[in-house]
């Protein structure tokens, strides 16, 4: 396990890299099991990072990050080698601890440096104030980061999978949460459960829309399939209702302020809030001017 700070040695003969930044022990192992399993069906590798917090106003700022890492950051090697210990012989996985003064800088910079092609983070799934989204590290890594970004809420752990829920509604990030609920299902021999959610008033078009987007799912998936065209007056109600049925989540984000209202700020959270499943917010890697368009929008209101 290497653990000094992130160097620019790129991917592995040109492999899909799936970088993990863990923090919190309590969920940090599961996140490795995601990113093996989403790296095992990309032919990739896994990075697992922790990052050690050096504020300016620190007294660690008067060492070097050399010596944080070897004096001081036990407790962060100490929930990286537990994170790794869960990973096994079918995908290259290696960790390392990287300092910064801010941590969603760090792990920019490991992503960079690193040459990763997504990044997965945790999400405690707690309601957030104050125009903050999912937490104001991951607000931030959604806004700058230049790779596709996974942003899981841990739930339960189960005895395995058998069913993933794929809501969906269109979008660029279609393909990436379609990607994440096969590799997943895959891994488990499970069933994607591709769900679609029309109002009661909604008129022949709206319903055909909604076909539109399952049949576009289903047409990125090579696992076990069901479908669902629910008429429900909630979005947020039927997607809970459904979850319970199912023992992981998995979300594209959206493109436009309204739907992310529906599926990347409200339905996730709901979820998460009222649900004891694993959520997965899945969110393509964007042309950096078009997203530079789009975060205003999506992130800051």
């Not at 004096?71 to 390392?96: K, Q, S």
């Not at 931030?140 to 739930?155: F, T």
């Not at 809501?167 to 994607?192: F, K, R």
Request: charged content about 25%.
């Amino acid at each position: 396990m290497a653990t000094g700070a992130a160097s620019g040695d790129g991917t592995t003969n040109g492999a899909y890299r799936l970088i993990v930044a863990v923090g919190d022990p309590s969920y940090s192992t599961q996140l490795v099991r995601t990113a093996v399993d989403i790296a095992r069906a990309q032919g990739g590798e896994v990075m697992v990072i922790t990052v050690v917090h050096k504020p300016h106003d620190s007294p660690f700022s008067v060492f070097s990050d050399e010596a944080i890492r070897t004096e001081f950051a036990g407790d962060r090697r100490e929930i990286l080698e537990n994170a790794l210990a869960v990973a096994d012989d079918t995908v290259p996985v290696d960790g390392r601890v990287v300092v910064g003064t801010d941590v969603a800088r760090a792990i920019r910079s490991a992503v960079a440096e690193l040459g990763a092609d997504a990044l997965l983070v945790g999400w405690h799934g707690r309601p957030r104030r104050g125009g903050i989204v999912l937490g104001s590290t991951i607000d931030d890594l959604l806004r700058r980061i230049d790779c596709d970004v996974l942003v899981e809420r841990i739930g339960p752990t189960a005895d395995g999978v058998e069913r993933v829920l794929l809501p969906v509604a269109g979008g660029p990030h279609l393909s990436l949460a379609a990607s994440v609920a096969e590799a997943i299902a895959g891994a488990n021999d499970a069933t994607v459960v591709v769900l679609s959610v029309v109002a009661p008033s909604a008129d022949e078009a709206e319903r055909e829309t909604a076909r539109g987007h399952i049949e576009e799912a289903t047409d990125l998936l090579s696992v076990p399939i069901e479908t669902e065209l629910l008429e429900a007056s909630g979005v947020e109600d039927a997607v809970v209702e459904a979850a319970a049925e199912c023992d992981l989540v998995v979300f594209g984000a959206t493109r436009r302020g309204v739907v992310r209202r529906r599926l990347v700020g409200s339905v996730p959270q709901a979820v998460g809030r009222r649900s004891n499943r694993t959520v997965i917010v899945a969110r393509r890697r964007l042309d950096r001017s078009l997203f530079g368009r789009l975060a205003g929008r999506l992130w800051d209101r």
